[in-house]
């Protein structure tokens, strides 16, 4: 092997691993390392779950199940396992971070062709979705990592006054 | 009826069979006349349901219970579309009318030269109406009058298409897409008028049902769900609700404010006529948002069978089976018309299975509640419907608090309620049999958690207003059944159980046989008397459609749309997982995609013809 060749292969390995990092650090890390409220955030600042060590989730995460059952389930399907016209969120988020998924929800999606015609729409008008997507984003996050599991989580932290106070503000 | 085993299961059916195989030679409650060629499918099946009265009964008889083992496929046709293929072609004289969902393909196939493509029609409709449709985007069917194709698209353009050249006639916008108003069911031609409903409970979206001319699109009368009489083509001291003349502004007065020109009551279930009295037959469907709390009142007309005058829309009577709906238990499956005896007298009625779980007759000429009974068991959230006529309930559910979403509140989850959202029964529309005085109901045996909360209202946004979770009903694995039910008693006869919700219309013929397809995309055949299975047959995916027969070249034919989707593509695709069971059950239930994937196939069936 020429020494050209070896150093191609090393870049090559090093351009795929880093690549691939990339990729798995799309979402970035999800531990959270701080909290404000009942609200977590991972080390970059963006919203994030938390899963006590008794199987206990944030309230965000809680309320983000209830909302994404109520306004994504009927395209997504139950705990964002995807249905026969939509993809699985549990797959999408592990490469997807916050920003993106932010866009995608409110400016919609739409990938249409001759075989298929996937539409998701723009929801940034709808409060039912935007007053609560950070919890949304948090309780798919759990989702998509396996930190939180199928169905209604059995518990979860209160729920906080100023959540409270922001939802009244936001719903108006 | 609940089978906890097989053995019961065997037992239970030796037992009905035995009574059966008495009861049926008198055929109780089935008039001696019989089905005539008017009231019942023969060579062609000409409307979406095979006849006006909704019996999807066929007098052919080349296919019976004795040689229905040697059924074969005859034919496929792909329709290139992967969404969920509900509803049914049409066959008239030669020519087999298929439709497919959205882009809402139909094609002409021509019976004397192998199916071959006389015409095709595709409409361009803007893909943003696809996320506006509630559960997949499916389609009902299309209808046949006037030599005419009618077809309500997605983007709520009715559409006459010439029956031999599928050139189009004329179009007409029943309502707004942008509102999230969407076309989903299979209209109904009846004489010069072709009827159509509405789809978006889930957006607000106000129901309504419309008669347009065949001859030209013209909108000859539209009778809202919800509004003043004016709207509604109510007439105060006439139009009757359970035997007394309605006051007016019947509706508006059950809504706070001007709830509901938001509210509902949408329209996209299968419609039925009687040539005896000239009454149409439809229902409406869930009141908007699924937030009870959020909807004071009655929520009148949602949820309500009604009966209006094919001619001018006036409405000859309604009954509301849910009043102020807490549980999404849309009121738009079919109305079957059969003429039966009813505690020994001879009777023109009126036969819905409700998605909230109760089998309802009534007489169709005057609306009186006959008969209201569980067609599952497992229905739960009320004790019974008030049938004391005397009662200030009266005609109304029992319903029990601790299944009321309504009484527990918002940000309460109400748990263990039967039937889901998705009801005992949804669209997929039952058959009757003259022959054996049965109903072939196709069943879903599901239960929900539900929880309220409070949402706002954007137009063309989703409004629901609850988080649902769905599961099979507790110590049970099967979520579906598919039923023979004898409607003058309220009484189930016999009862089969299926791994996943039986989202298939079911065909009855004179040959004895009973058809349903299932999830799993298999064809099924069975004896009409016993429910014995006699056929099976698994198609390319799995069947929402329904199934139809014709006779073509001296032969008879069976076929039906395989597709999965729809509702039943969303909740089962990954399977069902039961919240309250412990850490070691969840996933446990059957999850549909390890048995099926997408795909639109039409698969035709026959005897063996050499």
């Known amino acids: 092997m020429t020494k050209c060749a070896?150093?191609?292969?090393?870049?090559?390995?090093?351009?795929?691993?880093?690549?691939?990092?990339?990729r798995a650090e799309k979402p970035g890390d999800p531990a959270a390392v701080s909290s404000e409220d009942g609200k977590y955030a991972d080390k970059d600042g963006n919203p994030t779950y938390k899963v006590g060590s008794d199987g206990k989730v944030d309230f965000y995460s809680y309320i983000g199940f209830v909302r994404y059952s109520a306004n994504c389930l009927q395209c997504h399907g139950p705990d964002g396992l995807g249905s026969t016209y939509a993809p699985s969120l549990v797959d999408s988020l592990k490469n997807l971070d916050y920003s993106e998924v932010m866009a995608i929800v409110a400016g919609g999606k739409k990938d249409v062709s001759e075989s298929q015609q996937l539409v998701m729409p723009a929801l940034g008008e709808n409060k039912n979705v935007m007053?609560?997507?950070?919890?949304?984003?948090?309780?798919?996050?759990?989702?998509?990592?396996?930190?939180?599991?199928?169905?209604?989580?059995?518990?979860?932290?209160?729920?906080?006054?100023?959540?409270?106070?922001?939802?009244?503000s936001c719903m108006g | 009826m609940k089978r906890t085993s097989l053995s019961g299961l065997l037992m239970t059916g030796a037992l009905l069979s035995s009574v059966l195989s008495a009861s049926v030679l008198l055929a109780p409650g089935v008039m001696a006349q019989g089905a005539t060629s008017s009231d019942a499918a023969g060579k062609d099946w000409s409307t979406p349901a095979g006849s006006m009265n909704s019996q999807r009964f066929s007098t052919l008889n080349q296919i019976t219970d004795q040689n229905v083992g040697k059924l074969q496929v005859a034919w496929t046709f792909s329709t290139g579309v992967l969404r969920g293929h509900?509803?049914?072609?049409?066959?008239?004289?030669?020519?087999?009318?298929?439709?497919?969902?959205?882009?809402?393909?139909?094609?002409?196939?021509?019976?004397?030269?192998?199916?071959?493509?006389?015409?095709?029609?595709?409409?361009?409709?803007?893909?943003?109406?696809?996320?506006?449709?509630?559960?997949?985007?499916?389609?009902?069917?299309?209808?046949?009058g006037d030599g005419k194709i009618f077809l309500h698209q997605a983007d709520t353009t009715l559409v006459a298409l010439d029956a031999k050249t599928g050139k189009v006639a004329w179009t007409v916008k029943t309502d707004d897409p942008a509102k999230g108003a969407t076309g989903t069911d299979a209209p109904l031609v009846v004489k010069d008028k072709v009827?159509?409903?509405?789809?978006?409970?889930?957006?607000?979206?106000?129901?309504?049902?419309?008669?347009?001319?065949?001859?030209?699109?013209?909108?000859?009368?539209?009778?809202?769900?919800?509004?003043?009489?004016?709207?509604?083509?109510?007439?105060?001291?006439?139009?009757?609700?359970?035997?007394?003349?309605?006051?007016?502004?019947?509706?508006?007065?059950?809504?706070?404010?001007d709830q509901w020109k938001i509210g509902g009551g949408d329209t996209w279930?299968?419609?039925?006529?009687?040539?005896?009295?000239?009454?149409?037959?439809?229902?409406?469907?869930?009141?908007?948002?699924?937030?009870?709390?959020?909807?004071?009142?009655?929520?009148?007309?949602?949820?309500?069978?009604?009966?209006?005058?094919?001619?001018?829309?006036?409405?000859?009577?309604?009954?509301?089976?849910?009043?102020?709906?807490?549980?999404?238990?849309?009121?738009?499956?079919?109305?079957?018309?059969?003429?039966?005896?009813f505690d020994g007298k001879p009777r023109h009625l009126l036969v819905h299975f409700d998605r909230n779980g109760f089998g309802y007759t009534l007489d169709r000429d005057t609306g009186e509640l006959l008969v209201a009974q569980k067609y599952d068991p497992a229905v739960n959230w009320a004790s019974k419907?008030?049938?004391?006529?005397?009662?200030?309930?009266?005609?109304?559910?029992?319903?029990?608090?601790?299944?009321?979403?309504?009484?527990?509140?918002?940000?309460?989850?109400?748990t263990n309620i039967c039937p889901a959202a998705l009801g005992t029964k949804d669209e997929q529309p039952s058959a009757f049999s003259p022959r054996t005085g049965l109903f072939y109901v196709p069943t879903n045996h599901v239960c929900m958690d539900y929880e309220p909360f409070r949402v706002s209202y954007t137009a063309g946004q989703p409004y629901v207003g609850a988080t649902l979770s769905m599961y099979p009903p507790k110590g049970e694995t099967n979520m579906g059944n598919f039923i023979a039910w004898d409607a003058t008693k309220g009484k189930i006869v016999w009862s089969l159980p299926e791994q996943f919700s039986v989202w298939s219309g079911a065909l009855a013929t004179a040959g004895n046989v009973v058809f349903y397809g299932t999830l799993e995309g298999y064809l099924k055949a069975v004896d009409?008397?016993?429910?014995?299975?006699?056929?099976?047959?698994?198609?390319?995916?799995?069947?929402?459609?329904?199934?139809?027969?014709?006779?073509?070249?001296?032969?008879?034919?069976?076929?039906?749309?395989?597709?999965?989707?729809?509702?039943?593509?969303?909740?089962?695709?990954?399977?069902?997982?039961?919240?309250?069971?412990?850490?070691?059950?969840?996933?446990?239930?059957?999850a549909l995609n390890q048995y099926t994937s997408l795909g639109g196939a039409l698969t035709v069936f026959a005897l063996p013809q050499n």
């Open chain 1, 6 to 22: 070896r150093i191609f292969i090393v870049a090559c390995m090093l351009t795929c691993l880093t690549a691939g990092l990339v």
């Open chain 1, 131 to 168: 007053c609560f997507i950070d919890a949304i984003y948090v309780y798919l996050r759990g989702r998509s990592t396996g930190a939180i599991g199928r169905g209604r989580p059995a518990e979860h932290e209160p729920k906080t006054d100023a959540f409270t106070k922001a939802e009244d």
């Open chain 2, 86 to 144: 509900e509803g049914a072609p049409l066959v008239i004289g030669n020519v087999m009318y298929v439709h497919a969902p959205f882009p809402n393909t139909v094609f002409a196939l021509d019976l004397d030269h192998d199916g071959k493509i006389l015409w095709k029609y595709e409409p361009k409709q803007d893909p943003n109406v696809i996320p506006v449709m509630c559960c997949d985007t499916v389609n009902r069917g299309v209808a046949y």
């Open chain 2, 385 to 414: 419907v008030d049938m004391d006529p005397k009662s200030a309930t009266y005609g109304r559910p029992q319903v029990l608090p601790q299944y009321s979403t309504e009484h527990n509140g918002e940000d309460t989850n109400s």
């Open chain 2, 269 to 341: 279930g299968w419609k039925s006529y009687d040539p005896k009295t000239n009454l149409i037959f439809y229902g409406s469907g869930n009141p908007s948002t699924w937030n009870p709390k959020q909807r004071p009142g009655d929520n009148k007309y949602s949820m309500t069978i009604w009966a209006r005058d094919a001619d001018t829309g006036s409405v000859k009577w309604v009954y509301q089976m849910t009043p102020h709906d807490e549980w999404d238990y849309d009121g738009v499956n079919e109305m079957v018309l059969t003429d039966q005896e």
């Open chain 2, 195 to 257: 009827y159509v409903g509405v789809s978006g409970g889930e957006f607000g979206v106000r129901g309504w049902f419309a008669a347009y001319s065949v001859a030209d699109g013209k909108q000859v009368w539209r009778g809202w769900s919800m509004g003043p009489d004016s709207d509604t083509l109510i007439q105060p001291g006439k139009t009757m609700n359970l035997g007394k003349p309605v006051a007016a502004d019947s509706s508006t007065a059950t809504w706070q404010g």
């Open chain 2, 528 to 590: 009409a008397k016993t429910g014995k299975l006699l056929y099976k047959f698994k198609t390319p995916s799995g069947i929402i459609g329904n199934v139809m027969t014709y006779e073509h070249g001296g032969h008879q034919y069976v076929a039906v749309l395989s597709g999965v989707g729809g509702w039943a593509g969303i909740g089962l695709a990954a399977g069902l997982t039961d919240p309250h069971a412990g850490l070691g059950a969840v996933g446990g239930y059957a």
